[in-house]
């Protein structure tokens, strides 16, 4: 017998400023780390314009409440909010958020605040960004004015999407320093600061709202071995904790585990802790977890000889450490157009994990398919494939429900089509089509697409349907 969804259930979608945006240098924001990475990919479509959604943002909500959105998960550019990251405020950045917030407010749609999505001032990365001691106080400061000024209708706080990306992959997101010495451990170096920053932000989110929630949202999937073999039991089991609940732990017990500290001591990565930093962990408690979840990963011991690295199907993401894991395609998982791994069983598997691990409420803040989509000629936009994804993520989530786990909202990405993080304009995962070609905004029109009717109808039967 399958446990209904909850009666106040978070059906919504998620997006973020620098994806959607646009209006990348208007009414005073500053550069981000996005802005200035030196390449941009060729194929990548630049953020510059993005979906228009400065501009288009009463138009987009209204799509939203269409489909009967309850919330709606978007990220505050913090180089709108403090153009250089520590200093002055940027009152026209604070005005378009108050509008956001309040036209959501207006169509009943509950706001979900990233305080940062990726989008680091580049003013603040010029002086180390991550690396620096400075940016944790920088980050408290802007969580202050963000507390301050939307506090009294924002009730939901995310504090840093993916920090767990950002250190797997902090080369690509344009946060690391490619001439640094050590380049491998100063992301763990970065990574410590940015649990530091995130610990204190709940901490004074709490002190100056009491009746605010707020959470980590990192990125979190099951590892699976690639056989029954003990060693490679034992590489999934390693890179479980390196990449999961390495975030997680921290976030929620304030402690580094054992087995990603001894792999952070085994790799001469361990980080500087400064007094008081493990103490500053400990005291700051979130009231949920958010996570984002795509797809599982599969991994074999890596036998350290040159054997440690794999690409698992996505062109950019390259998963192995040598001597203790190596990524591994699995042969049980469809894969989508980009070649990422299509499991929703592993969401479920993920969700029992994390609740099981923690015991804390959970929302969802990213889950969909990255697809080639195209207008038809009758106008329309069709992409089953989407549909069937989500369902068959939803009906796993709801099996989880049933398992006992407590999930309170479903926040898939994405709202509506944005650049991807990794692949530009051409990969699309919205519910709302955006018409363009990679390299041409022609006039950025809206169009709802299939799934957008089928979400609606899911959110008016609360997932019934
Ligand atoms: C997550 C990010 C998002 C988004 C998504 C899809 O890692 O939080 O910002 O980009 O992945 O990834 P991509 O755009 O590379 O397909």
């Given at each position: ?180 010495e050590d380049p491998d451990r100063e992301l763990y170096q970065q990574n ?269 039967s609360n997932g019934e349907k």
């Amino acid at each position: 017998q399958l446990k209904p969804f909850p009666k106040d259930f978070f059906w919504g979608a998620s997006t973020s400023a620098y994806q959607v945006e646009g209006a990348w240098n208007e009414d005073g924001k500053g550069p981000s780390v996005i802005d200035m990475r030196e390449k941009y990919p060729e194929r990548t479509t630049d953020y510059k314009v993005a979906s228009d959604h400065y501009h288009l943002y009463q138009e987009d909500v209204r799509l939203m409440a269409e489909m009967g959105f309850k919330a709606y998960r978007f990220s505050i550019a913090w180089t709108r909010i403090i153009p250089n990251g520590t200093g002055e405020v940027n009152p026209k950045g604070l005005e378009f958020y108050n509008n956001l917030i309040n036209e959501l407010i207006e169509n009943k749609i509950e706001p979900i605040v990233t305080m940062y999505h990726f989008d680091l001032p580049y003013a603040l990365q010029a002086r180390g960004g991550w690396s620096n001691r400075e940016t944790i106080d920088a980050f408290v400061k802007y969580a202050k004015v963000l507390f301050d000024n939307y506090g009294d209708r924002v009730k939901y706080w995310l504090t840093i999407n993916e920090q767990n990306m950002m250190i797997m992959h902090g080369k690509a997101l344009g946060t690391l320093d490619p001439n640094l010495e050590d380049p491998d451990r100063e992301l763990y170096q970065q990574n410590h600061h940015m649990l530091v920053a995130q610990a204190k932000a709940m901490d004074v989110c709490h002190q100056m709202l009491p009746q605010a929630l707020i959470g980590p949202a990192p990125n979190i999937s099951y590892i699976y071995p690639a056989s029954s073999k003990p060693e490679d039991i034992l590489a999934a089991q390693s890179f479980n904790s390196i990449r999961n609940w390495l975030y997680l732990d921290a976030a929620v017990y304030g402690r580094y585990n054992k087995t990603a500290w001894s792999f952070l001591e085994e790799k001469g990565y361990v980080p500087t802790i400064v007094e008081g930093d493990m103490e500053i962990l400990k005291n700051a408690k979130p009231d949920f977890i958010a996570f984002n979840y795509y797809t599982s990963k599969t991994v074999e011991a890596s036998n350290g000889e040159g054997n440690d690295k794999n690409n698992t199907g996505d062109q950019e993401i390259v998963i192995g450490e040598a001597g203790v894991y190596k990524g591994h395609n699995n042969p049980n998982l469809p894969k989508n157009e980009f070649g990422w791994e299509i499991d929703p069983i592993g969401f479920r598997t993920t969700l029992r994990e994390v609740y099981d691990r923690y015991q804390l409420p959970i929302i969802i803040t990213e889950n969909g398919l990255g697809a080639f989509d195209k207008v038809e000629e009758d106008g329309t936009v069709r992409d089953p494939y989407r549909i069937d994804y989500l369902k068959k993520h939803l009906e796993q989530m709801q099996l989880a429900i049933t398992d006992g786990v407590e999930v309170f909202g479903y926040c898939p990405w994405s709202a509506i089509d944005l650049i991807s993080t990794h692949q530009g304009a051409k990969k699309r995962y919205g519910f709302i089509f955006v018409d363009r070609e990679e390299f041409d905004l022609k006039e950025l029109r809206r169009i709802p697409k299939q799934s957008f009717y089928w979400y609606k109808e899911v959110i008016a039967s609360n997932g019934e349907k």
